[in-house]
């Protein structure tokens, strides 16, 4: 299948992945793009850059059946790419039944308007959080699921819902467990984001949480975005499950350090360990995380074997990306405005 004139609805397409998902599409020259979104955490911004006729935004969540059901009929959508979710690990902990509700039910809701419409390809965005802590890494698909939080156990659930209906319906699905993914357009919240709005909007010292070893897999968006292409194209994606991370192993310490290095300021790493659910004294609004993980890096080869895909952008060259992008919409992240 190719993507060529094909109607594409993504879920989520106001997302940051979901934004550059929809330029993805638009630039493999996708029939039109639907987003359909609720905007509890995506964003018009993230669409404006975009001037295309090709592109259609509804405004709906996808727990409105008869709304995702209508507009996948009239809309005559071919592709789905599911990236809608309730993303945040800290309001899966506070609210299981919404985390549930949105990613298990939302997911399904999604599945089922697919296969009442014939739709010929359904995209799932998973995590690798469905993993929990590793037991060794890199990670492969084979690695006991374990997961840490409930945002892992819904996207488990959600992931298995995608898979069983390729196995039981015959719908043509994919699935995707991302590593961190990052780049321009980023939501804040997480570390990376953290670090640099501290030093490259608000001149301070980021701080990092225990010793600093923990190790993540930072993966590029446009990147990842590749993926999906890939899975559309490639036969023998289907019913599957990839890791789409770079299996390159970078410890937080060696996050703040590079980031300092790039801003070329005078600032150390400053150093807390509170208590997992317990606020930082440096920083009172960043609370440390319930079930933090120690090591997260993805084997990818599975990705690399059967899809073709690799990650091309080096950290250092996304990094830059990302802090030009913050530095130049720093409203985006709270932040003050350039004069």
């Known amino acids: 299948m190719d993507v060529e004139e094909k109607n594409v609805l993504i879920t989520g397409g106001a997302g940051f992945i979901g934004s550059h998902l929809v330029e993805e599409y638009l630039a493999n020259d996708a029939g039109k793009v639907v987003v359909f979104d609720d905007f509890s955490t995506g964003s018009k911004e993230n669409l404006t850059q975009i001037k295309?006729?090709?592109?259609?935004?509804?405004?709906?969540?996808?727990?409105?059946?008869?709304?995702?059901?209508?507009?996948?009929?009239e809309e005559e959508i071919q592709i789905i790419d599911h990236l809608a979710a309730e993303l945040e690990?800290?309001?899966?902990?506070?609210?299981?039944?919404?985390?549930?509700?949105?990613?298990?039910?939302g997911t399904l809701?999604?599945?089922?308007?697919?296969?009442?419409?014939d739709v010929e390809k359904v995209l799932f965005a998973s995590s690798g959080a469905v993993y929990g802590q590793?037991?060794?890494?890199?990670?492969?698909?084979?690695?006991?699921?374990?997961?840490?939080?409930p945002y892992g156990v819904s996207k488990l659930a959600a992931e298995r819902y995608v898979l069983q209906f390729q196995k039981l319906f015959?719908?043509?699905?994919?699935?995707?467990?991302?590593?961190?993914?990052?780049?321009?357009?980023?939501?804040?919240?997480?570390?990376?984001?953290?670090?640099?709005?501290?030093?490259?909007?608000?001149?301070?010292?980021?701080?990092?949480?225990?010793?600093?070893?923990?190790?993540?897999?930072?993966?590029?968006?446009?990147?990842?975005?590749?993926?999906?292409?890939l899975?559309?194209?490639?036969?023998?994606?289907?019913?599957?499950?990839?890791?789409?991370?770079?299996?390159?192993?970078?410890?937080?310490?060696?996050?703040?350090?590079?980031?300092?290095?790039?801003?070329?300021?005078?600032?150390d790493v400053v150093y807390d360990n509170p208590k997992e659910g317990?606020?930082?004294?440096?920083?009172p609004g960043r609370v440390r995380l319930q079930g933090e993980l120690i090591d997260f890096v993805m084997d990818n080869k599975k990705a690399k074997e059967i899809l073709g895909w690799s990650p091309k952008t080096g950290l250092s060259e996304g990094l830059a990306k990302e802090i030009d992008w913050v530095v130049k919409n720093p409203s985006r992240w709270g932040g003050k405005p350039r004069v």
């Open 170 to 229: 015959g719908l043509n699905t994919t699935a995707f467990r991302y590593g961190i993914v990052y780049g321009p357009r980023e939501w804040f919240g997480r570390v990376l984001t953290l670090f640099i709005k501290r030093i490259f909007l608000e001149n301070k010292a980021p701080i990092v949480f225990g010793d600093g070893n923990q190790t993540r897999d930072f993966v590029y968006v446009k990147d990842v975005v590749k993926a999906h292409m």
């Open 109 to 117: 809701n999604v599945l089922n308007a697919a296969l009442k419409a």
């Open 134 to 149: 590793a037991q060794h890494v890199p990670i492969g698909e084979s690695h006991p699921l374990e997961p840490h939080w």
């Open 231 to 267: 899975a559309i194209r490639k036969e023998n994606a289907t019913g599957q499950v990839f890791n789409i991370g770079t299996g390159k192993s970078t410890s937080i310490n060696e996050l703040a350090k590079l980031l300092i290095k790039k801003s070329g300021k005078r600032l």
């Open 89 to 105: 690990v800290y309001t899966g902990i506070r609210d299981t039944e919404k985390d549930a509700r949105i990613n298990i039910i």
């Open 52 to 73: 295309d006729s090709r592109l259609k935004i509804v405004k709906s969540s996808i727990l409105e059946m008869c709304e995702l059901d209508g507009t996948v009929k």
């Open 278 to 283: 317990h606020a930082s004294r440096y920083q």
